[in-house]
């Protein structure tokens, strides 16, 4: 009978313990946010007016990018059908052997449905336009600054290849927590 009393006092303790073991493991990969990393595409040639190729300085940007992300897991990777947003890519294709998901630049929701449907703990870097990298972020819960508004909306600079926004979204089933938005030049 004694020994039944303590288990029956032991048990409560027994549970805190349990408790406490449980919130100091790490977090699952479920509860992982998944990055997003949004840049424009690099600095385009004067060869075509439609659909121009990367030029010396855009080609020699793309490898920077490649050198930056390379090793950051990147699982994913994002471009538009036009060949200067793919070519951004196309060394961190290289490097990382992934194969550039083209999505239209007009089909925006698409991108997002894709970007929410990455498993936790997914990287994925976008490649976009002047006009697309503000819009995503900003469907994505970001809130990028120094940007130039427009009739139509807000846009990066005429002349702003640089710039990288490291966008990390809330873990799936948080509520309350925000998308954190690191800006970084490249």
């Known amino acids: 009978m004694k ?29 992982e946010p998944v990055t997003v990393i949004l840049v424009r595409h690099a600095e385009k040639a004067k060869d075509d007016p439609r659909d121009p190729s990367l030029s010396e300085a855009g080609l020699a940007r ?3 990018l490649a050198d930056l992300v390379g090793n950051a897991g990147v699982t994913h990777l994002f471009a538009s059908e036009f060949i200067r947003t793919q070519a951004t890519l196309a060394p961190l294709s290289k490097v990382s052997h992934l194969a550039v998901e083209v999505v239209s630049a007009r089909s925006q929701e698409k991108l997002l449905k894709r970007l929410h449907a990455l498993k936790a703990g997914s990287v994925a870097v976008v490649a976009g336009h002047s006009n697309t990298v503000p819009s995503i972020a900003r469907a994505l819960g970001a809130k990028l600054s120094n940007l130039v508004e427009t009739e139509r909306s807000a846009m990066l600079g005429d002349d702003e290849y640089d710039r990288l926004f490291l966008l990390t979204l809330p873990a799936a089933g948080t509520k309350g927590v925000a998308t954190k938005t690191i800006e970084l030049r490249y």
């Open 62 to 64: 793309a490898v920077a």
């Open 3 to 31: 020994l039944d009393r303590r288990l029956f006092l032991l048990l409560p303790l027994a549970w805190f313990a349990l408790g406490v073991l449980q919130e100091s493991r790490p977090a699952s990969l479920g509860n």
